[in-house]
């Protein structure tokens, strides 16, 4: 199957486009409230909302890249083979949604060994590309990178440039690059970010999306298309455009990140991609990505 075209207007920067395959108790907040031996138990909403977004996409013939739970893979293959029938790419979110700074480097191999098999198995496709849960690769958790390349990922998307209370690398490059490990090779496709002053600024998507004003993101997405001539890096999750998702306990900030608009993102995603042409990542950094196999080969 030939990699799909962008969406948007014609001649425009190709941003990226992903989507973490996750059901709202899946969250990491949640890992206190809703052990994992509990999911069976609640009420999946994951199909419906994925769904949604696909119907979405499709109307606007835009194509992107699912990151999808093996936990969801190995219970909802029909979804994942919709996914992929539909002409959008398949990418790994890890097993088990957990945080990678609080495994061992032995217990993510086999999180992502798993749902690497549980996820190509059900899409009959090959899964290149990773997406830690909640961004958890750090400073604490830089090793992953190996196992990833161990495991014969091509494309990490974990690391994100900024300071916050859960995660980032706030030095770390804001554009993807290649990272050289003793392992061997792979590109790093970072949360977008624009400069202010000395610090990154997020945009990229999921909560920030929300909680900002549309205005916002279209113009930070215009500054790095066309101050910087880069692509950006969205991404978002199903259960936010599920205003009627149950809600779960939190405190405070956890709670207002969770579910503040939530009955906005539908229309903003609507508007954004009407405003800006989207891809998959291996599409949009599909040279970047090349130059792996090209090492790879020499190697």
Request: glycine share 6%; hydrophobic share 40%.
């Amino acid at each position: 199957m030939a990699a799909p075209g962008p969406s948007g207007p014609p001649g425009a920067i190709t941003n990226a486009m992903s989507v973490d395959v996750e059901d709202y108790f899946q969250v990491s907040v949640f890992d206190d409230v809703v052990p994992r031996h509990h999911w069976d138990r609640l009420e999946s909403r994951v199909c419906a909302n994925t769904e949604r977004l696909l119907q979405i996409f499709e109307e606007q013939d835009v194509h992107a890249t699912f990151f999808v739970l093996g936990w969801v893979a190995e219970r909802f293959p029909a979804l994942i083979q919709q996914i992929v029938r539909l002409g959008h790419e398949v990418a790994c979110h890890g097993y088990a949604h957990r945080l990678i700074y609080d495994q061992t480097p032995e217990a993510f191999r086999e999180d992502i060994r798993r749902a690497k098999a549980v996820i190509e198995a059900a899409a009959n496709a090959p899964v290149d590309g990773f997406r830690a849960p909640s961004y958890s690769i750090t400073t604490r958790s830089l090793w992953a990178l190996d196992v990833l390349i161990d495991e014969g990922f091509r494309y990490d998307a974990s690391i994100f440039p900024i300071h916050h209370d859960r995660y980032g690398i706030p030095d770390a490059p804001r554009h993807p690059y290649l990272v050289e490990r003793q392992r061997g090779t792979l590109v790093e496709v970072p949360g977008s970010t624009i400069r202010c002053g000395p610090v990154n600024v997020p945009f990229g998507g999921g909560g920030y999306f929300r909680i900002t004003p549309y205005a916002w993101t279209r113009w930070a997405i215009n500054v790095v298309n066309r101050r910087e001539r880069r692509p950006a890096n969205f991404y978002l999750h199903p259960w936010e455009v599920d205003p009627d998702q149950p809600r779960l306990p939190a405190k405070g900030l956890s709670r207002f990140r969770q579910y503040c608009n939530l009955d906005k993102t539908e229309s903003r995603l609507r508007r954004l991609i009407r405003d800006f042409a989207f891809a998959p990542i291996s599409t949009v950094f599909a040279e970047l990505i090349r130059r792996v196999d090209v090492r790879e080969a020499v190697a």
